[in-house]
């Protein structure tokens, strides 16, 4: 009997999967964000074959090692977070909470299907479509970086590309709980994203730059060793940095405001990471669990 209910529910979670995954292919979700990613890739291309600016394509007389990572770490770290954020927020910020609010929770959730299968299967086609669209960018950021260093592909970008994806899959456990907590599915989204694009980044910057307390807890700080890993040598854990006298009247002291600045390291920032994927993914359904679907 209980292998007849495991194969029944990894059946169950297959068919959510499938059906999800088409879905955005149908209601043509897909091929906005995709729109998106292309046009975000588009623009850096142009402005990297119109302008040459060197913070793309190096200081001349600067070895190739060193100009190819600027490259990438121009291009591809300061951009995935925002392809990651945004797949997030369109896979997966209204994958529970839009079963709410058109009302087709009340149809599936009746048969006889689990709502873990229900939940694991959507977050599953959001990873895949999510993952599809990161690989795309990974794609034209390593076509343009061949064009223009032939033949030098770091390893740092690659261990870069998969750390990005730990990040999608982190972010898309947060957004799914934002997703099971909510019964909007603009709520839902829009609070995925202000929190991934704003807030958390607000929070580093005054925990480390003004409390001086690292930012551990914060999972735009562990998704940091994308960028940090395409540097050479790794940016130091912690920095602090003197930015000038404080003047005090006739006691005037040469003290001076420090700024201190953080970067995790990378097994922190992957266990930073992994503790969002299970936290938020066991809350989010725990949330979808308890939920009723009531009019």
Known sequence: MATKARVGSGSQIGIITR??????????????????????????????GYYRPV??????????????????GAGWGSFVSIVVILSAAFFGGDAISGEFQNRTGY??????????????????????ASTIILLIFA??????????FPGNVPWEFAQSVAFAWIYLVAALSLTF???????????SILMSVI??????GVIDTVSSAVAGVEPWYSITYGAGIITSILNVPYPAHQLTQSLGSLAG??????????????NATVPEGLGILLVY????????????????FTS
């Open 19 to 48: 059906y999800n995954f088409l879905n955005y292919f149908r209601a043509r979700r897909f091929y906005v964000m995709l729109s998106i990613m292309l046009l975000i890739s588009l623009l850096l291309t142009a402005v990297v």
């Open 55 to 72: 913070t793309f394509l190096g200081i001349p007389g600067e070895s190739a090692s060193t100009a190819v990572l600027g490259f990438y």
């Open 107 to 128: 149809f599936l959730v009746p048969n006889p299907i689990r709502r873990s299968a229900i939940y694991v299967g959507k977050w599953i086609a959001a990873l895949a």
């Open 139 to 148: 794609g034209v950021m390593l076509a343009n970086g061949l064009y223009y």
């Open 177 to 187: 709980a934002f997703s099971s907590l909510f019964k909007s599915s603009s709520i």
């Open 195 to 200: 929190l991934l694009l704003f807030v958390f």
């Open 249 to 262: 009247g006739p006691n005037r002291t040469n003290a001076r405001f420090q700024l201190t600045t953080f």
């Open 277 to 292: 994927f299970v936290a938020m993914a066991a809350l989010g359904l725990w949330l979808f669990e308890r939920k009723e």
